[in-house]
């Protein structure tokens, strides 16, 4: 079941945005944004059961909550180019998530949900071992049709798209209720990847995760971003257009860590304007771009995107944030036990010689 496609953002840098619903045969909802309206039809789809998310359990030690969600065991890992589950769907071929011949861009229901609106309450327990049900929402964002794209090769449209679709998300899962939203990408098998076609994921959480919260706080303390790049000077900057800058802190766990930070206070991209919109995904795909440059191989990497807790928009500063898991050309920086037993990490390379690095190979 589909509905036609509706016009979400009023026109800027790249146009309209239109946003189509389709509910899958297993009534997980797909959505198909694109800078013209989707109207191709559907191929037939099988139903199934999905296991609505698991639970959320409360370590007394580490003041934070964990997921349990055994399903995710089974969920597609490196599957062949053929069984990709991200491409569109042609006549003849295997069934696919996006039941149709072409799109722009997909979001789609995860079929192997950490969170899920539906989660049962797990058993009572006393307060040490407290534990909730893991109602939220976890989301597939495909960024073309193309399983050779990438950020950094996607047309200005395209990312500008992006930007777009996850704004309509935060906007749609914020409306929902659910506490933090958090867009993210884990790029390369090293990080964790399982499908090689280009994506993200959104996670919508039922509370604030303990980073953030502390962010949350932080920023309501008085905390001034704004200063506080100036502060740290041309030697953290690596690039920076009309209303972005790309920097490294100095404070970077990571080697190569590098944020991109709107130049005024934001709560998040829901408050973008259009040239805001233009020149985040500007940086966005020049970003990755830099990252491949550097050891000419492409970065395994985690972004992810920080805006404001709902209930919790302002002040506060919206930052995307970069982590790379490589240190050189052929060397994976670790988690190992210091960074897993402290949350205190080792990092390899000084900020600022970070820096100056990046900046050598940002186009």
């Given at each position: 079941m589909s509905d036609t496609a509706k016009i979400i953002s009023s026109p800027g840098a790249a146009g309209p945005v239109f946003r189509r619903h389709h509910q899958k045969a297993d009534g997980r909802s797909l959505y198909l944004y694109g800078h013209k309206p989707h109207n191709l039809p559907p191929f037939p789809e099988s139903s199934g059961k999905i296991a609505p998310g698991g639970e959320l359990r409360w370590h007394p030690l580490r003041g934070e909550y964990a997921v349990y969600a055994g399903h995710r065991q089974n969920r597609?890992?490196?599957?062949?180019?053929?069984?990709?589950?991200?491409?569109?769907?042609?006549?003849?071929?295997?069934?696919?998530?996006?039941?149709?011949?072409?799109?722009?861009?997909?979001?789609?229901?995860?079929?192997?949900?950490?969170?899920?609106?539906?989660?049962?309450?797990?058993?009572?327990?006393?307060?040490?071992?407290?534990?909730?049900?893991a109602k939220g929402k976890c989301e597939v964002i495909v960024y073309s049709a193309d399983s050779e794209t990438r950020l950094s090769n996607l047309t200005m449209e395209q990312r500008i798209l992006l930007v777009e679709a996850w704004i309509d998300r935060y906007t749609a899962m914020r409306e929902m209720g659910l506490a933090y939203i958090l867009p993210f990408e884990n790029r390369g098998t090293e990080i964790g990847a399982t499908l090689h076609h280009p994506h993200g994921q959104i996670y919508g959480f039922p509370i604030v995760p303990k980073p953030q919260e502390q962010a949350a706080k932080v920023f309501a303390n008085g905390f001034d971003l704004v200063s506080a790049m100036d502060s740290?000077?041309?030697?953290?900057?690596?690039?920076?257009?009309?209303?972005?800058?790309?920097?490294?802190?100095?404070?970077?766990?990571?080697p190569y860590e590098c944020w991109i930070i709107p130049k005024t206070a934001l709560p998040g991209p829901w408050t973008f304007s259009a040239q805001q919109v233009s020149d985040f995904a500007d940086l966005l795909g020049r970003m990755q771009a830099a990252y491949d440059a550097l050891f000419t191989r492409p970065m395994p990497y985690m972004m992810s995107l920080h805006a404001a807790p709902t209930e919790h928009d302002a002040p506060y500063h919206f930052t995307a944030q970069f982590y790379p898991m490589l240190?050189?050309?052929?060397?994976?920086?670790?988690?190992?036990?210091?960074?897993?037993?402290?949350?205190?990490?080792?990092?390899?390379?000084?900020?600022?010689?970070?820096?100056?690095?990046?900046?050598?190979v940002f186009a």
């Open positions: 597609t890992h490196l599957p062949n180019p053929a069984d990709n589950p991200l491409a569109p769907m042609r006549k003849g071929g295997g069934e696919t998530e996006i039941p149709f011949t072409d799109f722009e861009l997909a979001v789609f229901d995860n079929r192997f949900p950490s969170l899920h609106r539906d989660a049962a309450d797990p058993p009572t327990a006393d307060e040490t071992h407290q534990r909730l049900a740290w000077g041309e030697a953290q900057q690596v690039a920076a257009n009309g209303t972005m800058i790309a920097m490294v802190p100095p404070f970077a766990r990571f240190r050189d050309a052929k060397r994976v920086k670790y988690l190992a036990s210091v960074e897993q037993a402290t949350g205190i990490f080792t990092v390899d390379i000084a900020p600022e010689e970070a820096a100056e690095h990046l900046r050598a």
